[in-house]
């Protein structure tokens, strides 16, 4: 098994440009998740999809879209990137539609830089 | 909602020798609490995790966190590091009984064996 996997593990952007970040995993799980992480604050949610067809806004959901295609992949959007969103992006992902007490798999991480 | 404040953001200790790394949280219900680890240019893995129960949790890698709730603290410890636990450690807190998959992590404590 792969687990969660992410693509690109870098990119740099110019200031308006558009990307989309790819996430797959292969445990069938049915929840996924975006993150990003900046120094000194952690990582934050930007949005999560409990199951295949659903999508939710997490702290940080300004600047982003996302699609989960079906139970396997769950993409994230800059639909135009600003220098604020250069962060590494973390997808995770865990077993259950919904609920707090799941262990969260994550990917390697996108390195992003808007420039 | 929920926060986490994790005390230190850096910890420098010699092999061999004890380590605590703190956490405190804020939340008006209770809570699930997490510790991650993350390896340099790695996602985060889970170390262990406090559902209910006993307030004492054993985790991989001989890591041990304890649940005080009159002090809303869980602090992670480990009586002899290594040179590999060298990482970054990050607490995460989410509630009971939401439905949201809403955790929120603390900003991480770098932790670093010196040799």
């Known amino acids: 098994n792969a687990g969660v996997t992410q693509t690109p593990k870098f990119q740099v952007l110019k200031t308006g440009q558009s990307m989309t970040l790819q996430c797959a995993q292969d445990?069938?799980?049915?929840?996924m998740y975006w993150y990003r992480q900046d120094p000194g604050m952690g990582l934050r949610l930007i949005y999560y999809?409990?199951?295949?067809?659903?999508?939710d806004k997490g702290e940080v959901p300004n600047g982003y879209n996302v699609s989960r295609l079906n139970k396997r992949e769950f993409s994230l959007r800059l639909e135009s990137a600003a220098p604020s969103q250069t962060s590494v992006y973390f997808c995770?992902?865990?077993?259950?539609?919904?609920?707090?007490?799941?262990?969260?798999?994550f990917g390697p991480g996108t390195r992003l830089t808007v420039l | 909602a929920q926060s986490v404040t994790q005390l230190d953001s850096q910890v420098p200790v010699f092999e061999e020798a004890p380590v605590e790394l703190r956490c405190n949280y804020s939340?008006?219900?209770?809570?699930?609490l997490f510790w991650y680890v993350q390896y340099p240019n790695q996602g985060l893995q889970l170390l262990l995790k406090?559902?209910?129960?006993?307030?004492l949790v054993k985790g991989i890698n001989g890591f041990e966190a304890e649940f005080n709730k009159s002090q809303t603290s869980f602090h992670l410890r480990k009586p002899s590091v290594h040179i590999s636990d060298t990482a970054e450690y990050f607490c995460?807190?989410?509630?009971?009984?939401?439905?949201?998959?809403?955790?929120?992590f603390g900003a991480g404590t770098r932790l670093t064996v010196k040799p």
């Open positions: 939340s008006s219900v209770s809570v699930y």
């Open positions: 406090y559902l209910s129960g006993s307030t």
């Open positions: 995770a992902s865990s077993v259950l539609a919904g609920g707090t007490t799941d262990t969260q798999y």
């Open positions: 999809s409990a199951s295949e067809g659903t999508t």
């Open positions: 445990m069938n799980h049915n929840s």
């Open positions: 995460a807190v989410s509630h009971h009984g939401d439905n949201n998959n809403d955790m929120r």
